[in-house]
Every structure is written in C-alpha cells, then in structure tokens.
C-alpha cells in the first residue's frame, strides 16, 4: 500500500487498467479491482443462479423439453397454446386476479390499521406486536394445515361458531365457489401482522409531532389529519408495501397447495400452481417457461405502471 | 415547543379532549385484543387439538380444552413418521444457508459499500430489481442446471440438500446484500483510511474491522435466514423426491396426504397436530429470542427501500 509515493509523483498517465475500471490513479485502480474482488462469488452466483437462468428460461420458453430428451425449437408454439389452446390458463389468470385484487388492498389497510392501533404510545404495545407478528412467522406449509383443520365444514370451530349464531354451514375450502375467498381469510391472517405492519409503524413513527400540533392548532379532526397529515407522510412506506405486495399476492402457492392442490374443480388453480403443474408434474419445461414469462410480462407491466402513478400520489419530503 | 404562544392554546385542547382521549384509550385497547385473540386462538386451538384423545379430535361440538391433556401424543407423532431426519435435514439446510448468506452478502456488500468501479451502481440496480422477478423464472432453469450438472459429473444433485444452500454462498440474495450494505454505509470511512495506514491488507479490514462492527446487521440476516429457510416449501418440493431427504416442511405435507389416505382407521389428526406444532414452534422460538434484531432488519429495509 504505497499511498506516499503515488501521491508524490505527479499525476501519471492512465493505466489501461485504470481505464477499465473506471479509476483515476493507480492506487484508485487497485483498489477498484479490490472492489471486484470482493464482488467475485456474487458476481459468479449472479451469473449461474440468476442472469444465467433467467436467458436460459426465456429460451426455453420458445422449445420443447422434457430434461430427457434435447429440447425442440418450436417458435412461439408455447406462447399461442397457452393465449388461446390452455383451457385452464385464463380461468388461472382470472382467479390469480382475483385473489390479488381483494388480498392487496384488505391486506395494507389492515396492516396500517394495526399499525395505528400499535402507534398509539399505549402500555403493553410490544405484546401486541408479537401476537400480531407470530402468523408471518408461522411456516406457510404448518398455517395451511391448521386453517384446513380450522375450516373444517363439518366438525372445525370456524363453522360452529357460524352456526351458533344461527348460519347454515359455510363450505370453506371445500366448494369452487367459495375456496378463493378462504385462502383470502387464511392469507391475511397470515400476513397482516407480518413485514407490511412493522413498516407501516416504522413510517408512522416517523411522522413529525410537530406536523400533528400544527393540524390541532387549525382545528383538524382525528379523521382529516390522518388523510392530510399521515397518509401523505407514509405514502412512500404504503408504495413500497404495495409493490411488492401485489408481486407476492400474484405468486400465491404454498397455502392453496397444501390446502386445495388447486380445487376443488380447479376452483384454486393459480397460475403458479399452473406453472408449477405444467413443470414438475408434466415436465413440460418449454411451456411452463413461456407460462413464466407470461407472468413476468405481466408483473413488470403492473410494477411499472404502479411506479409511474406513484408520483401523483406519494410524498417524498420531509424527515420520513 | 418552548414559545407561549404555541403552549396557551394546547392547554385549553387538553382540557377539551380529556374525556374523548379516555374513550379513545378504550377503544384502541378493545380493538387490540379482539384483534390479538383472532391471531392468536388458532394456535391456541392447534396445541389443544395436538393434546387431545383420538375420541375427542372428531367430537362435535368441537371442545377447545380437552377434558385430558395427552402429552403422550408428541414423541408417538414423532414415531409416526421420520420427523428425526426431517428435522436433521433442516438444520443442515438452515445453518449452511445462513453461514452462506451471512458470509457472501457481507463480502459482496462490503465490496459495494466501500469501492468505487465501473458498473457497481448498475449492477446495485439489477440486483435490486431482480428481486421484483417472479420466482418462478429462475425455478425451472435452475432445476435443469442442477439435473444437468448431475447428468455431467456423475455425482447427483437433485434429490440432495445441495441445491438447497449452496446458493445462498454466492452473495445471499439482493435483499441480504442491500441490508448489509446500508449497514456498512454507516461506518466512517476513517476507520478504513486508519487501517490502510498501518498496512493492513483489504482482507483484513473486512475481517477484522467491519465485520465485527456490522454485528447488528448480521445478526439481523442471520434471523431472516433461519426464519426464511425453515419455512421454505417450494424449492424442496421440486429438488427432493426421497423422504429420506425431505425438510420438515415437506415432510409434514408429506405426513398430511398419508394421514388423509389412513382415514378409515384410527383418527389421528391430533398427531398432525401436534407434528404441527412442532414445526411451527421452531422460528417462533428463534424470534422470541432475538427479537430486537429482527424488528430492526424489517424497518431497514422498508424505510430505505
């Protein structure tokens, strides 16, 4: 490390080492490369474990394949079978949607609402955090297992309770109609408490008391400074919540699996289970790619637009 | 806070709001615990149902307490099935996942955080938006590459642990690397500078001068890590055909569809229950016990995202 010398001399020409690596000196440029050093097993991970097979699968995507047999180039067979010849590939869209649709937003307006109730400086508030938190920690594989018992037409609690304030049976997961809205119940169960909620309190918790004195000054009710003075102040906690809530709401697996495997009469059958049917069970490698990819289109165009209308609506600014 | 000005008027508020502020005091405690109770009775109901007698599972209406507690019911779920093993396998897939992303996303992180080159914010920024892509994409290839890397070595992968930790040991994912860099961003670059001064190697700071400083950071991965790893279904579910081989997330599915394929003999969904129980309790216990952490990690990356 011999930082006196280079810094004696007069400045030298640029190595071509320092030009690749974008550095002004020759100690910047071995540091730089120090900087790629460090970088090396990510950089490798990134390109087998995640560049690498994300060319790979949109390749895959134009081919048949069965990992036994050498994949076919087929053009864009796959993606024309699942648009117009996949009977089951819009009813799984539809029913993805649908479940989006209604778990996003119940999900974030419960998630604040316990955040608010836990903003209110009141005793006992980190118990109640807990309680509210131990679902997100529950693996999803045990949670569907227990809502299966729970939900139980015949002989769970759920039903009873109904029925002893005189409701028929409810059918739960067990009929088409009815088994979205479950997995609904069971997912916000599940997640309203979790990640969204502890960062929800972080940005209310961060909102100036100052801000909340001045709205009492001018007379605001409780109801005007939370939609003048805390939705804007959260809204880029409530942006990042929802972007990646509507991803992880589109990829909704593990508890319609568990609970369902996709049913009744393919009343559950999400697109991810669709994919992941067509990939492991069918080994049809091709055609679940162009699924994916199908997905991925899909997801980037709700992210983009999602970002692109977030700046009429949030507020950067602030201490927040 | 200080100007009379601004005090004389919250004093009269004060008076005027007393009341309401008590009222409001019980409304948010009512809504606290109904909400509490709704959380928490299904594990509530999960561990009665795991200690009851198999005449009572099926009773309705359904009891909450049992009339006997049968502990006995625990270590026979565990004979039912190799929930040893299972539970073996996990530990092995969680403790070398962890060690991985702990080790790699701190090295990476470091490099992030303390070296300027070309390309280092791009790449930042395509790590960070590959965490929006759908995990489905990489699932499939990534099957193939490790069916193939088997096929070609002679040595197997699928249907071993491998595809589940080694990954973790090159950078930990974009979301471990972002945590632990925004981390390191806080250090003071004196404390490099100081170092580089007395010689000492870029290795050697990492090791031994910002490692022991991100303790916090880490520790807060580490929790993510486990938590994260326990639960985890999916990768399993397509790696691991062999029962021998399963986690215990698989392993209960697995112990679930056998139980539902029994159901003309003994009830024993309290043995499902209680295998439940067991596998739930494990990242709920690792949370109690560092939870301060955890909460931390969570809010970093939410306000900093």
């Known amino acids: ?320 | 806070m200080t100007t009379t000005t601004r005090a004389a008027p919250r004093a009269t508020l004060t008076q005027r709001t007393s009341s309401r502020k008590i009222i409001r005091t019980v409304i948010v405690y009512t809504l606290l615990i109904l909400l509490s109770t709704l959380f928490i009775f299904p594990f509530f109901y999960t561990v009665m149902s795991s200690l009851k007698a198999p005449w009572e599972v099926y009773t309705y209406p359904p009891t909450i307490v049992p009339s006997r507690l049968l502990w006995g019911n625990y270590p026979k779920a565990m004979s039912m099935a190799p929930f040893g093993t299972w539970f073996v396998n996990t530990l092995i897939i969680v403790v070398l996942a962890t060690a991985g992303t702990v080790l790699s996303a701190s090295f990476a992180a470091f490099g992030f955080a303390r070296f300027k080159f070309r390309f280092r914010d791009a790449l930042f920024i395509f790590t960070l938006s590959t965490m929006m892509l759908p995990a489905q994409v990489t699932l499939i290839p990534r099957y193939i590459l490790f069916y193939q890397l088997g096929q070609k070595s002679g040595v197997p992968f699928l249907n071993t642990l491998m595809p589940l930790w080694l990954p973790a040991w090159f950078g930990g994912g974009a979301f471990a690397i972002f945590l632990v860099r925004q981390f390191i961003q806080t250090i003071p670059l004196e404390m490099d500078e100081a170092a580089v001064i007395d010689g000492a190697s870029w290795l050697r700071i990492y090791s031994q001068i910002i490692m022991p400083l991100c303790k916090p950071a880490v520790a807060t991965l580490a929790i993510i890590s486990v938590v994260g790893q326990w639960s985890s279904f999916i990768e399993p579910l397509i790696y691991i055909n062999d029962p021998a081989k399963f986690p215990i997330s698989v392993g209960l599915q697995y112990f679930q569809n056998v139980f539902e394929g029994m159901e003309l003999g003994e009830p024993k969904l309290q043995y499902l229950m209680a295998a439940s129980v067991v596998s739930g309790a494990v990242p709920i216990a690792v949370f109690f016990a560092f939870q301060r952490y955890f909460v931390q990690g969570v809010v970093m990356s939410g306000i900093k995202g």
């Open chain 1, 1 to 320: 490390m011999d930082i006196g010398q280079s810094r004696a001399a007069p400045r030298p020409r640029r190595s071509l080492l320092a030009l690749l690596v974008g550095a002004q000196s020759p100690y910047e440029a071995r540091k730089a490369v120090w900087g790629y050093f460090f970088l090396a097993p990510w950089l490798l991970g990134l390109l087998v474990f995640v560049g690498g097979p994300i060319v790979a699968s949109f390749i895959l995507g134009f081919t048949e394949y069965d990992v036994l047999s050498p994949a076919r180039w087929v053009g864009l067979k796959n993606y024309t079978q699942a648009l117009t010849g996949d009977r089951l590939f819009w009813p799984a869209l539809g029913k993805t949607f649908y479940y989006a649709v209604v778990v996003v937003p119940v999900g974030l307006a419960g998630s604040l609402l316990l955040a608010i109730l836990l903003n209110q400086k009141l005793k006992v508030t980190n118990l109640f955090r807990t309680m509210f938190y131990l679902p997100h920690l529950t693996p999803a594989v045990t949670l569907s297992i227990l809502w299966l018992w729970l939900m139980n037409p015949e002989i769970g609690p759920l039903n009873y309770v109904l029925r002893s304030l005189g409701f028929g049976k409810f059918p739960w997961l067990t009929d088409k109609n009815t088994v979205i809205p479950s997995l609904i119940v069971i997912n916000l169960w599940a997640g309203m408490g979790g990640n969204n909620m502890l960062i929800f309190l972080a940005g209310l918790q961060g909102v100036p008391v100052e801000f909340f004195e001045a709205a009492d000054l001018d007379g605001a009710s409780s109801w005007q400074k939370f939609v003048h003075v805390t939705l804007p102040m959260i809204s880029p906690s409530i942006l990042f919540n929802l972007t990646l809530g509507i991803i992880g709401a589109l990829q909704v697996f593990t508890t319609a699996f568990i609970t369902t495997k996709g049913g009744p009469s393919y009343g559950s059958w999400f697109l991810a289970l669709h994919i992941y049917q067509q990939a492991f069970a069918y080994f049809r490698m091709g055609y679940a790619s162009a699924l994916s990819w199908i997905f991925v289109a899909i997801v980037m165009v709700l992210t983009v637009l999602n970002v692109r209308l977030s700046d009429r609506w949030v507020f950067y600014g602030g201490s927040v």
